[in-house]
């Protein structure tokens, strides 16, 4: 038996040892670059001491990062499509790698700036064509399960990064945590020489962008989802450790563990729970996740002692990050391999479009009403999000 348009997994369908190497691979190189995010807001308070920073150069390399990445996955991604992914993702990775090295010797807010801003440009190019070739080489049917590893990237990032960031600048080498990056760019190279065929995504096309994916059905209302979603998320953890400052509900000193707690609580949704989405269906999936989630949001509202917070934060952690990867597996499937490319790129910028709207009505909000209102802000995002996906995504075929 093999796999149909609902995208279920059947007995046939197992993974070989090359596409489990190649995921691997992908991973791993995933994973550098959602360290080089993450681990920014970690180093920030000891970057504003050591390199004497204001706070609004705080902000732009910080910034300079997610801008980076948005723009990348624009311009690498149809060069993907036409070219193939192999050497796009190769070069990209091999210029993430040199920009890594710059985070070690920059010791100024100019050339910290720079190696940043290329760092996310090549980084969020290099991710976004990893997430569109773990696609081209996992059939749909087992594609939640692949996807779900490919998110560990993401959500290791924090447990992992954060703490030893912290620890490591805290003994004078805070750009010591960038020299991990070199390292998993070192490995992932040569496998993916070796794993990726040369002309996997490769299509007839000028290297542009094709906007004509917004034609394709239900796309917009997908990416419309993406945008919503991602901006509920980052509305409620934006000034979650603020607000838990405020409440008393966690001591300052005892934050750093909950962090870590819900990071492999996050690691783990994302890994062991996703392969229910090809049991499943990978949209009930995204639905069960998304009610979930809102439900949690909603609840949270009412915490007022740590277990109280942890019962609620480890399922929603847990759907959040699983749920991740089946929806991009979902949205992967919208469109044929010579386009996903292009679909996979307005991907990436609506999650990061969904993000930037979120800090301006997260401020808004929290400043006018407190946390709570931002809760139930996220709370309702994330039906809208969901009912998109009830009325008007389809399960994919690609």
Excluded at 193 to 204: C, M, S
Excluded at 263 to 278: I, P
């Amino acid at each position: 038996m093999r796999s149909n348009a609902r995208g279920l997994t059947t007995p046939s369908d197992v993974p070989s040892a090359r596409e489990r190497l190649a995921v691997a691979a992908l991973t791993l190189a995933a994973f550098g670059i959602a360290l080089n995010i993450q681990v920014l807001g970690a180093l920030a308070p000891f970057l504003k001491t050591e390199l004497t920073l204001s706070k609004d150069q705080l902000g732009n390399l910080i910034a300079a990062g997610w801008i980076g990445g948005a723009a990348g996955a624009l311009l690498l991604l149809p060069v993907a499509d036409r070219l193939g992914r192999r050497m796009p993702l190769l070069v990209g990775l091999s210029v993430f790698a040199v920009a890594s090295v710059g985070h070690l010797v920059a010791e100024d807010y100019g050339p910290l700036l720079v190696v940043r801003a290329v760092a996310g440009l090549s980084g969020g190019g290099v991710f976004t064509i990893a997430s569109a070739t773990v696609a081209d080489l996992v059939p749909y049917a087992r594609r939640g399960r692949a996807m779900g590893v490919f998110n560990l990237s993401v959500f290791l990032a924090v447990p992992i990064g954060m703490p030893l960031a912290v620890k490591l600048a805290g003994a004078g080498a805070w750009s010591s945590i960038f020299a991990l990056q070199i390292v998993t760019s070192a490995f992932a190279v040569p496998v993916l020489w070796k794993i990726v065929p040369a002309g996997r995504g490769a299509a007839a096309g000028t290297g542009a962008l094709d906007w004509g994916v917004f034609r394709l059905p239900h796309v917009v209302p997908a990416l419309l989802s993406v945008i919503f979603y991602s901006g509920a998320f980052a509305t409620a953890t934006q000034f979650v450790g603020v607000w838990l400052d405020d409440s008393a509900i966690v001591a300052k000193d005892d934050q750093w563990l909950l962090w870590v707690v819900l990071g492999v609580v996050s690691a783990a949704g994302t890994f062991g729970l996703t392969r229910f989405a090809d049991v499943i269906g990978k949209r009930r999936y995204v639905i069960v996740c998304s009610a979930v989630v809102a439900a949690g949001l909603a609840g949270l509202t009412a915490v007022s002692s740590e277990w109280v917070l942890i019962a609620i934060g480890v399922p929603v952690a847990a759907c959040t990050a699983s749920r991740s990867g089946a929806m991009l597996a979902l949205i992967s499937g919208l469109a044929p391999t010579e386009r996903r490319g292009a679909l996979m790129a307005l991907r990436s910028v609506s999650l990061n479009a969904g993000m930037g709207i979120a800090v301006v009505v997260g401020g808004l909000l929290y400043d006018a009403a407190g946390y709570s209102s931002v809760l139930w802000y996220a709370s309702a995002a994330v039906f809208v999000s969901m009912s998109l996906v009830i009325f008007s995504v389809k399960e994919g075929e690609a």
